[in-house]
């Protein structure tokens, strides 16, 4: 049993967005869906029957998707981080979550449903990191002028090509 689960609040789009990013991860599977009820109803305002929750998992994370209402938003203050190997699996990542939504600088995107992503790669940590602090800082230099990651692109900033 996983002890942390996020909790994603959608106007009325929980069920949706839960297919959506099934499709988009391998390794994913829809869960649970619950529906309002008489008594979940008349507190939230959503109709009875309309789908309150969806349960879904990506590699192994489990999520739940909330029918809420319009009351709150996505903002970039949460984000999640999908930690890619290779340039094909970054322009995968990044041309399926950013399709109707918003590209960002230095691997941020928001989804269609307005939930940010960062595209990112575990290397980069250790190139931020080295000790010589001129390569991290042309990494640095590099990622910061990018949408998109580009491995090539920061791999050749760091060693100083």
Not at 120 to 138: C, G, I, N, Q
């Amino acid at each position: 049993m996983q002890k942390l689960t996020p909790c994603l609040w959608f106007d009325d789009k929980a069920e949706e967005a839960a297919r959506f990013y099934v499709s988009v991860f391998k390794h994913s599977k829809l869960g649970h869906i619950t529906r309002y009820g008489e008594a979940g109803s008349k507190v939230s305002g959503r109709p009875k029957g309309s789908v309150m929750t969806v349960t879904f998992e990506i590699a192994g994370q489990e999520f739940v998707a909330l029918n809420g209402g319009p009351l709150f938003k996505f903002t970039e203050a949460v984000s999640l981080m999908v930690k890619c190997h290779s340039q094909e699996e970054i322009d995968e990542m990044w041309s399926k979550l950013s399709k109707d939504g918003e590209e960002g600088p230095c691997g941020w995107l928001k989804d269609k449903y307005g939930l940010s992503w960062q595209i990112v790669v575990p290397k980069w940590d250790e190139m931020l990191r080295d000790k010589d602090t001129a390569k991290s800082e042309r990494a640095m230099a590099a990622i910061l002028q990018m949408g998109k990651p580009d491995l090539q692109r920061v791999q050749q900033a760091f060693e100083g090509q």
